[in-house]
């Protein structure tokens, strides 16, 4: 079936561990590496994948990857010490005056703080419906991590691409998806965004640059890179960013991708949410090397970096000035970013509260709030006032539970819609299918 989708330096190990028991270090480096070196910097038509590999989508020559990046100067990572949590927000680096942040007007922050309390208030409403036994299949909770979506969703250009794993609410909604499509999907309701059919984990909105929701761990990897792949095919100013967790990393999948996001020179970010633990496993459990995880991609010669994800500063920062890399320079990264869960695995994980202490949860949510954390540094900006606030909390409430009601209220799916929206049907019977080419909706 030819179909194609849509579509240096070492760190120190010395990084100090925090001292407070069961909290995890945040180191931050800053990268900028020279493109491939002349192994790897073969000219893009010998990069590139034989014209056999891409039969379906080689009508035309892949004139953009003969567009090889020129060498960059390189500049000496430097591995500060890890900080404990506490000092998360807390840098000496004033984040705020990053060019990605400085220009910033007062409604694009207020903005920012309206999209992450929509998210939460959003996830529960639908935590309420899920223990009354209203949802299907599972729930994974992105509370806690809000900041990383919002952020990412700003820094957007309307050409760049997203995709997620399962915990894919939070992007939805940053995105632009509507309340109500993401709610009636969670009822399993045809009017929700995958007509019912996807559930939790498989919102999608390619009209918003939103590739989903993907179930399988590290699966949406490679579809972020073919992501990529189509925007460099195609001439496209924009770059993908591939979410993954800190579980993820170690499927082989994302090492393969490493490889050839490096190999073909991709505009591919690929963004590690390291929230501390895949399922009931701790990252002390899974990973041998536990200073950074997106240090791996030096193997691989792609660029890497780590920031906190917290403060929205500091993420925006990090990640805008590495999309635009990849945007400009053809460069994959792997960014890093420290954030952290305050729900189970999902809602169905019973032993939430046995892998981690209950110190180690409360401790995050005080310190280390990424909401509480903006909306005390637009108070501080006198951006906005506490009443303000509180408005826009009271609303983001009523939207999540009139998007509830409007899932209650809507109706199933009918029976005969089972067969509809089947890959089979899309490959053989669009023009796209015909022809092989099915890039972005086109
Ligand atoms: C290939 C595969 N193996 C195992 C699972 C079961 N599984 C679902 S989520 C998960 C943990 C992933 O953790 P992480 O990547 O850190 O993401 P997080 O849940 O923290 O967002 C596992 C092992 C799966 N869905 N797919
Ligand atoms: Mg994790």
């Not at 390291?274 to 009931?280: D, I």
């Amino acid at each position: 079936m030819a179909r194609t989708l849509s579509l240096s330096s070492k760190p120190k190990k010395s990084a100090s561990p925090s001292k407070k028991k069961g909290v995890r270090p945040v180191i931050t480096k800053k990268v900028t590496k020279a493109p491939a070196k002349t192994a790897n910097k073969a000219p893009a038509k010998k990069a590139a994948p034989k014209k056999s590999d891409v039969k379906a989508v080689a009508a035309k020559k892949p004139a953009p990857l003969s567009k090889a990046p020129k060498a960059a100067k390189v500049t000496k990572a430097v591995v500060k010490p890890a900080a404990p949590v506490s000092k998360v927000s807390k840098t000496s680096t004033d984040w705020s005056k990053d060019p990605f942040n400085a220009k910033l007007k007062p409604a694009e922050k207020i903005g920012f703080l309206r999209e992450m309390l929509r998210i939460r208030r959003f996830e529960q409403q639908a935590l309420k419906h899920y223990n009354n036994g209203a949802m299907g299949g599972f729930l994974h909770l992105y509370i806690g991590q809000e900041s990383v979506a919002v952020g990412t969703a700003s820094l957007m250009n309307g050409k760049d691409e997203i995709i997620t794993a399962y915990r894919d609410h939070g992007h939805a909604l940053a995105v632009g998806m509507g309340m109500d499509e993401c709610m009636a999907e969670l009822f399993g309701k045809g009017t929700g965004c995958s007509k019912g059919k996807g559930g939790s984990m498989h919102f999608f909105a390619p009209d918003k640059h939103y590739w989903g929701g993907h179930g399988i761990v590290g699966g949406q990897a490679p579809l972020g890179m073919g992501l990529a792949f189509a925007l460099k095919y195609k001439g496209l100013k924009g770059c993908a960013v591939a979410f993954l967790g800190d579980g993820a990393v170690n499927q082989g999948v994302f090492s393969e991708c490493l490889n050839m996001a490096a190999l073909f020179e991709l505009p591919v970010v690929f963004v590690i949410e390291n929230n501390g633990y895949s399922m009931g496993t701790s990252l002390e459990r899974s990973s041998a090397i536990r200073h950074s995880l997106a240090s791996r991609a030096e193997g691989f010669d792609v660029d890497w970096s780590l920031c906190g994800g917290f403060d929205l500063y500091e993420l925006r920062a990090n990640l805008g000035a590495v999309m635009e890399k990849a945007r400009t320079k053809f460069r994959p990264h792997v960014l890093e970013v420290s954030t952290y869960r305050y729900y189970g695995h999902s809602v169905a994980d019973a032993n939430a509260k046995k892998y981690r202490s209950p110190e180690e949860i409360e401790r995050y949510k005080t310190e280390c709030d990424p909401i509480t954390l903006w909306e005390k540094q637009l108070l501080k900006e006198k951006v906005i006032t506490e009443a303000g606030i509180e408005k826009i909390n009271a609303e983001a409430k009523a939207e999540a539970a009139a998007a509830a009601d409007f899932a209650i209220a809507s109706p199933w799916p009918s029976e005969e819609s089972i067969f509809e929206d089947i890959y089979h049907e899309v490959d053989h019977q669009t023009e796209a299918g015909q022809t092989g080419r099915h890039f972005f909706s086109e």
